[in-house]
């Protein structure tokens, strides 16, 4: 992902898959690399709006996953937590998983142990006995598929993440506690921050100093640029305001390219969120 300063720049890094990725109907395997668009430095793509989202390129990372992020609760199954808060089931796959539309039915495909980089931890949506159903890293947005249980270890987090379009606002919750109400700056009209379910996929070290201490990637993929700067991916991040933080300001605003900036103090905010913790992004103000 990369962006630069007050003017645009381009997004963070993301990564084909690995082996081949059941990402649904249509999920192109992605190899994982991270990359920086651009690299290193600013790319302006014009009109001032910085181009928040991440690239993915088809060979490998460019360096490897950040280790930052909170760790996850371990359990056996899923559940809630003392006085009835309901948690978020992550499976932490042990490797590639066979993925299928149904449990039982015909393989369609594998689901990477591993994605630019990081071991894959999955928000679980739905389980049987012997299988779960996952949300995917991969395009098109919102995939799932059902896995073997026996292939993932279940942990639990007890963060999720909202982003509101309308209000341009990010909240975190704890435990359903609100502790973090946020203003952000988000995607312009012509290449938006897409609405819909997600999640944190990892953690990847900043490009540059601009970014923040980390990048917050996510499993969201832009609507509107499908090939950034050759990459073969355009994978939306939550960072640090690329410049001045003034142009996020107290009510945010529309700067980027689909991906989500936060002040440098916001940002630090994220960090114990744990891999696998959903992200609800939404188009309207119903937070």
Do not use: K
């Not at 963070?12 to 395997?29: K, L, M, R």
């Not at 799932?144 to 909202?162: G, K, M």
């Not at 606002?169 to 609100?178: A, C, N, W």
């Not at 900043?206 to 509107?224: E, I, Q, R, W």
């Amino acid at each position: 992902m990369h962006d630069a300063g007050p003017g645009p720049g381009p997004a963070e890094p993301s990564g084909p898959a690995e082996p081949p990725v059941a990402a649904g109907p249509s999920g192109p395997a992605v190899t994982r690399r991270a990359v920086v668009l651009g690299g290193a430095a600013a790319v302006t793509l014009g009109s001032g709006v910085a181009a928040l989202v991440l690239a993915v390129t088809r060979d490998g990372v460019n360096g490897p996953a950040s280790p930052r992020g909170g760790a996850a609760t371990p359990t056996g199954r899923p559940g809630r937590a003392a006085g009835g808060v309901a948690l978020t089931p992550i499976a932490q796959l042990r490797g590639d998983s066979a993925a299928f539309d149904t449990p039982g039915g015909p393989r369609r495909g594998t689901v990477p142990g591993r994605w630019r980089g990081a071991s894959s931890a999955l928000p679980v949506l739905e389980s049987q006995p012997g299988w779960l159903r996952v949300r995917l890293a991969q395009r098109p947005n919102e995939s799932v598929a059902w896995i073997r249980s026996t292939d993932a270890a279940l942990v639990t987090s007890s963060h999720r993440i909202e982003i509101d379009l309308r209000e341009r606002r990010l909240r975190l919750y704890d435990r359903e506690v609100q502790v973090l109400d946020a203003p952000a700056g988000i995607g312009v009209d012509d290449h938006p921050t897409p609405a819909g379910e997600y999640f944190v996929a990892f953690f990847a070290p900043p490009p540059d100093p601009g970014y923040g201490d980390f990048v917050l990637v996510t499993s969201a993929h832009s609507t509107t640029i499908t090939d950034w700067d050759s990459s073969g991916d355009a994978i939306v991040g939550i960072h640090g305001p690329l410049g001045s933080e003034a142009a996020i300001g107290r009510d945010g605003a529309q700067v980027s390219h689909g991906c989500v900036r936060l002040q440098r103090a916001d940002l630090a905010r994220l960090r114990d969120v744990p891999a696998g913790s959903p992200i609800t992004i939404r188009s309207g103000s119903t937070i």
